[in-house]
């Protein structure tokens, strides 16, 4: 048998190490080939591929990034792209797909599955952590690590000049990494995308830090809004799967607080720094898991499953499923951390 891989949508540490333990279990226990898809579905679109064997992967644990490259292309969106990968799969003999990606990429696979018999496995991949049916996705833990170490090294300059700093995190529509991170990291205000925020309550939480001597630290995710207000974009263009680019909302905060209480304030946008760099150990361990189970799932011709954590088990849940919805913080959760605001 003849597998193919690619990894979709945005970098994220451990997509290397899924494809390590894809190609070491799949060559020396099932004796597969593997054909490795370059930039998510541009290659399987256009037939640029690479061989994957023991040798490539070798080395690639603690690497971040992705040896395959990576990128947003929507195959539903290119004339004829379903057409296109059907044949390139079959001009090199591929007879299974592992898709190893985040929402749109994984929504991909699940539809090329149902819709048109493409036989595919998909693995969880998103630093937001938002995929449903998992309860953690690997490269999550390392950009909440990013993160917390920031939020550790802002917290001595903000004392330094006791002013406000506002440190701008990730996430999209969900808002794990600001909860994650802030929490562990002491800030004195959290803001996600589930809950509307008010910029006086925000200011107010300022106030208060700044009259028991301590200088705020706020953690806003990319996506967060506030209750009279827009959500702030980059630009208005738009991926090709219909998504806005985010950024600027910690810009925009800092400016009200500094407006609204006469205190100085900054903003650190963490950025891409979150999805770069080696991965955390946490991370390989669950991307070699995932890997493990995908290509078991290739060898049961499990198609249209994608692997995921439950506890501390891996289990097979279906694509469609997956992807059907977001998984969001759940409010509790939320206000067990509103206790440290202010």
């Not at 299974?96 to 493409?118: H, M, N, P």
């Not at 990494?177 to 006086?200: C, K, M, T, W, Y």
């Not at 905060?253 to 080696?278: D, F, M, P």
Request: charged share 25%.
């Amino acid at each position: 048998m003849r597998v193919g891989v690619l990894t979709g949508g945005g970098d994220c540490p451990g997509l290397n190490a899924v494809m390590r333990a894809v190609v070491r279990k799949g060559v020396q226990e099932y004796d597969y080939e593997f054909l490795g898809f370059r930039d998510g579905w541009r290659g399987p679109l256009e037939g640029d591929t690479v061989r994957l064997d023991i040798p490539a992967v070798r080395g690639t644990l603690p690497r971040g990034g992705t040896i395959l490259g990576s990128s947003r292309t929507n195959p539903f969106k290119e004339e004829n792209g379903v057409r296109r990968i059907q044949d390139n799969l079959a001009k090199f003999e591929v007879d299974a797909l592992i898709a190893i990606g985040g929402e749109d990429t994984l929504g991909v696979a699940a539809r090329l599955t149902d819709e048109f018999g493409v036989k595919c496995i998909g693995v969880p991949k998103t630093i937001d952590n938002d995929l449903s049916a998992t309860d953690y996705t690997f490269g999550f833990d390392t950009a909440v690590n990013v993160a917390t170490e920031a939020i550790d090294r802002l917290h001595t300059t903000a004392e330094s000049h006791m002013r406000v700093l506002v440190v701008e995190v990730m996430g999209r529509h969900a808002g794990w990494i600001a909860l994650h991170s802030g929490l562990a990291g002491g800030a004195n205000s959290i803001l996600i995308p589930e809950r509307r925020f008010d910029v006086d309550e925000v200011c107010g939480y300022v106030q208060s830090r700044f009259k028991a001597s301590y200088a705020p630290i706020v953690v806003i995710a990319e996506g967060a809004m506030p209750k009279d207000g827009d959500m702030v974009l980059k630009d208005d263009s738009h991926d090709s799967f219909g998504h806005v680019r985010l950024s600027g909302v910690g810009e925009w905060l800092a400016k009200e607080i500094e407006k609204r209480t006469g205190k100085e304030a900054r903003t650190t946008v963490l950025g891409h720094i979150q999805r770069g760099g080696t991965p955390t150990p946490f991370d390989r361990w669950l991307a070699t898991r995932f890997g493990l189970h995908a290509i078991d799932a290739v060898r049961d011709q499990d198609w249209g499953k994608m692997v995921a954590l439950e506890g501390t088990r891996i289990v097979r849940v279906p694509i469609s499923e997956a992807t059907a919805q977001l998984k969001t913080v759940d409010p509790e959760l939320y206000e067990e951390a509103s206790v440290f605001f202010g």
